[in-house]
């Protein structure tokens, strides 16, 4: 008889300190299992940059100076990779720690492909 996925999970919260909460659930048999809930704080980082996107979208409608354009989108670059680093970190320092110790050989094979998308 087949076990139910949710029997003999565990789950632990871990609080970074720019406020990122991250919960992780182990299940036994199944491999690493986690999922991130992220704070407020890094949701209002993502909808800042939302928001600035579609400031920009409407500064090329109006046809506004390409230079002009140019450094808002390095700002939101800048942005974005500040968010992305505040995950990757959380991953190494959380998710990969508990792969290694699990010998979980698939979430550091995606572990690497993530970091060659973000290293483009």
């Known amino acids: 008889m087949k ?7 565990h789950a632990h919260t871990h609080v970074l300190a720019d ?13 690493h299992k986690h999922s991130h809930a992220h704070t407020k ?5 993502m909808s800042r940059l ?16 390409c230079s002009e354009v140019l450094v808002q989108l390095s700002a939101v ?16 320092e959380h998710c990969i720690v508990d792969a290694v110790r699990e010998n979980d050989q698939e979430a550091l094979e995606q572990l690497n492909k993530a970091i060659d998308q973000f290293i483009k």
Do not use: C, F, P, W
């Not at 076990?3 to 999970?9: A, F, P």
């Not at 670059?77 to 190494?92: E, F, P, Q, T």
């Open 3 to 9: 076990q139910k996925e949710h029997e003999h999970e």
């Open 50 to 65: 939302i928001g600035h996107l579609e400031s920009i979208k409407t500064m090329v409608e109006q046809g506004r100076d």
């Open 77 to 92: 670059r800048s942005a974005i990779n500040g968010v992305s680093k505040i995950i990757l970190k959380d991953h190494m």
């Open 41 to 45: 704080a890094v949701l209002n980082r």
């Open 19 to 31: 406020g990122t909460v991250v919960t992780h659930t182990h299940g036994a048999g199944h491999g």
